[in-house]
T-cell receptor, first 110, second 117 residues
């Protein structure tokens, strides 16, 4: 169960778009359509932003979108806003009722 | 939907502790529940999962054989029994609901475990 690989940091100016990658293996990200993304502000619990690669839960702005190609999933935040500054984590189902998270990416809005 | 963790505390290495997750606001028996932990200043780590009917449990390799997850559907509560605790188990322990699409859609606020001598 090795952690998925995310860049430690990402940044963009207000209004711009930023994409965060999440690289796994053919046993997790590449094998299943069950990749999700979480936003975590300091001192707060994580919040589900994307599930099943590209589905948005009710209430999540459509500025957040997800995709996957092979063993790499991506989260794109369009029209960056100050409140998007947070830590973002990807997660994938890895089979046999096991899950694996990425190491997290700190998104800074410049 | 509300998930409320409790039972964290300070223990010595080798000791045991049980933390609880009380659920409300949804039909508890329809959802699997996870435990996810976060060491201070670190990322999220999936710990354990229990199926909606308690028929199956799974664990991360880092806790397998030391931790045990269970649930009491009559009390809408999930438990995590932790034994042979190590310093590296120090973390904020969150319970989270599985949305039936293998994602964690609601989280509690966490309960803090500190393992130190």
């Amino acid at each position: 169960q090795s952690a998925l690989t995310q860049p430690p940091s990402a940044s963009g100016s207000p209004g711009q778009s930023v994409t965060i990658s999440c690289t796994g293996t053919s046993s997790d990200v590449g094998a299943y359509h069950y990749v999700s993304w979480y936003q975590q502000h300091p001192g707060k619990a994580p919040k589900l932003m994307i599930y099943e690669v590209s589905q948005r839960p009710s209430g999540v702005p459509d500025r957040f979108s997800g995709s996957k190609s092979g063993n790499t999933a991506s989260l794109t935040v369009s029209g960056l806003r100050a409140e998007d500054e947070a830590d973002y984590y990807c997660d994938s189902y890895a089979g046999s009722d096991k899950w694996v998270f990425g190491g997290g990416t700190k998104l800074t809005v410049l | 939907v509300q998930l409320v963790e409790s039972g964290g505390g300070v223990v010595q290495p080798g000791e045991s502790l049980r933390v609880s997750c009380a659920a409300s606001g949804f039909n508890f028996i329809h959802y699997g529940i996870h435990w996810v932990r976060q060491a201070p200043g670190k990322g999220l780590e999936w710990v354990a999962f229990i199926q909606r009917d308690g028929s199956n449990e799974e664990y991360a390799d880092s806790v397998k054989g030391r931790f045990s997850i269970s649930r009491d559907n009559s009390k809408n509560t999930v438990y995590l029994q932790m034994s042979s605790l190590k310093a590296e188990d120090t973390a904020l322990y969150y319970c989270a609901r599985d949305n039936n699409y293998w994602a964690f859609d609601f989280w509690g606020q966490g309960t803090l475990l500190i393992v130190a001598s």
